[in-house]
């Protein structure tokens, strides 16, 4: 973990770390080829709080799928997180963002993104969609919703 308070890191930096962190099998550079290309994608958000980078790709209007990379502190990585939440449903105008996940920290993380987010009318909801928990953040009364 790499506090941001001391040290802020670029984004591909953050992205390739926290791939390798994760037990990432491929060689950097195969991952620097597919994060330029989907960079290059229609429909793609990215914006880095601290030394987390989410990315939200948007398959339709008002709905988007987040991927988090983030090798910041653990207290760092709750405010990023609702900082992005922030970002997620205020600036792109989103009403929907899921994201499914392997470690069940991530719905705790989550559950504290709609608890700490002070934005009324968002909700969390999970299930399973092929075997693998997925959770979407949705508001209710989005206000400045494409």
Not at 76 to 88: R, S
């Amino acid at each position: 973990m790499i506090d941001s308070r001391q040290h802020q890191m670029r984004t591909y930096e953050v992205m390739l770390q926290s791939l390798h962190e994760t037990g990432n099998p491929r060689p950097p550079e195969d991952d620097i080829r597919t994060i330029g290309a989907i960079l290059h994608e229609p429909n793609v958000h990215l914006h880095q709080f601290g030394n987390s980078v989410f990315l939200v790709l948007e398959p339709s209007p008002g709905k988007g799928v987040l991927s988090m990379y983030n090798v910041d502190t653990h207290h760092n990585l709750v405010q990023n997180c609702i900082a992005a939440t922030h970002w997620v449903f205020r600036t792109l105008g989103l009403h929907e963002i899921t994201f499914s996940y392997d470690n069940p920290t991530i719905h705790t993380l989550a559950q504290m993104m709609v608890d700490r987010s002070g934005m009324p009318g968002l909700h969390l909801q999970s299930r399973r969609v092929h075997g693998k928990p997925h959770d979407t953040l949705f508001l209710l009364a989005p206000s400045g919703s494409r």
